[in-house]
């Protein structure tokens, strides 16, 4: 009986550990690209120099997030100041 015990509760350790996988439930600004990858990218970083060191010594170039880039809202465009004509 003691060996049926910790066999069942072996396996519910291992079911309550291991239930799901792993999800990524996060879309930084800065992603790894490269073919291993695959679109977009490792988007596992919150600024270009936590990506660059992370690339370092591999394949692949830091790159902005494309689906945060695309979902931008758009920028006015600057409004200039008429130039004074000197008297």
Known sequence: MPKAQIVLGTIVLVWLAGGSPARADYDYPWCIQDAE???????????????????????????????????????????????LSPN
């Open 37 to 83: 990858y695959g679109y977009p990218g490792d988007c596992a970083y919150q600024t270009r120099e936590q990506c660059l060191q992370s690339v370092s010594g591999q394949k692949g170039s830091c790159s902005e997030n494309p689906r945060l880039v695309l979902n931008r809202p758009a920028q006015p465009p600057a409004r200039r100041r008429p130039r």
